[in-house]
């Protein structure tokens, strides 16, 4: 299956009680890396949130954001963080010694920055706490899973294009074989005749040195090869699997066959599929960056 590793999702909790959202953004990434942002209350569910999305994602940097509004008995008092204005107090100071600032600090900004007011919110119980998030985090899931399908499935459209142009450039290439084996037999009869002109030789011998160096320039294992991986990657795409990986092992099984071919093929016949063949692997190969 074609699933993006690029996606967004939204949940919200629509009963009674505290507002409380799910946001599930990713993009691209070699393995999976999660993170999340949570209220203090819901501190708890951290590591559970982290299982319930291991489970339903393989591969991709993935961030949720959890937000709670206040209860309705209303807003909790707030604490001062005297340690954390300590801090950014003194900070003011050597700020003021070192580069010769006059005057202090002013209250009205010190209590604008970052935890210095607290809120005394007691974190709540995980079974209390995920009873409220339960809900959000699956409809934030289902939307995420959705918008991945989307995007995947624009994704598959395109490479199934790309592969059947592939497959056939691939089979006029191969078609040109009995050419190529043809055109280098006959170049090496003529320099051999040259060299051996005057000189006593074993002509069944030659023959057959010239037919085994043929041999070495024929094509055909090879575009049978990469027509056979073009097949198991258009197969890929029904595979309830994630498929990301096993695209990336083929791409390089293809390179590899076209390098080959390339090298095989000394005419000028095949080089514009030949030089097709190769960019539209590389095109393939950045698309599937993004491929779980």
């Known amino acids: 299956m074609v699933r993006s590793m690029t996606g967004f999702g939204r949940g919200e909790r629509l009963d009674d009680g505290p507002r409380v959202a799910v946001e599930i953004r990713s993009v691209n ?10 209220p203090r209350r819901l501190a708890s569910l951290e590591n559970r949130i982290r299982e319930r999305l291991q489970g339903r994602i393989s591969r991709g940097k993935v961030h949720v954001a959890v937000t709670m509004d206040g209860e309705d008995t209303g807003a909790p008092p707030l604490r001062l963080n005297e340690e954390a204005a300590e801090r950014y107090i003194e900070a003011f100071r050597r700020l003021k010694d070192r580069f010769g600032l006059q005057g202090d600090p002013d209250p009205g900004v010190l209590l604008g920055l970052p935890d210095i007011l607290l809120r005394d919110e007691p974190e709540l119980a995980e079974e209390a706490a995920w009873a409220l998030v339960e809900e959000p985090l699956a ?9 991945r399908k989307r995007e995947g499935d624009a994704l598959a459209r395109d490479l199934a294009g790309r592969i059947e142009a592939l497959r056939a450039a691939t089979e006029r290439i191969e078609a040109l074989s009995p050419k190529v084996v043809a ?3 006959e170049r090496l009869r003529e320099r051999l ?6 000189a006593e030789y074993n002509r069944f011998r030659l023959e057959a040195e010239m037919a085994l160096f043929a041999d070495r320039t024929d094509i055909t294992e090879e575009c ?4 056979s991986h073009l097949d198991q990657f258009a197969e890929a795409f029904e595979d309830p699997e994630p498929a990301g990986r096993r695209l ?9 066959e076209a390098n080959t071919i390339a090298s095989k093929c000394q005419g000028l016949d095949a ?5 097709f063949v190769r960019e539209e692997i590389e095109k393939i190969r950045q698309q599937v960056q ?3």
Do not use: C, K, P, T
């Open 29 to 38: 990434h070699r393995f999976l890396e999660l993170g999340s942002r949570l």
């Open 139 to 147: 409809r934030a899931l289902e939307s995420y899973e959705a918008s």
């Open 183 to 185: 055109r280098v037999r």
């Open 193 to 198: 005749a040259q060299i051996v002109e005057d």
């Open 224 to 227: 049978v090869r990469l027509r």
């Open 248 to 256: 990336n092992f083929l791409l390089q099984e293809m390179n590899r």
């Open 271 to 275: 080089m514009r599929d030949l030089l």
């Open 290 to 292: 993004n491929v779980e």
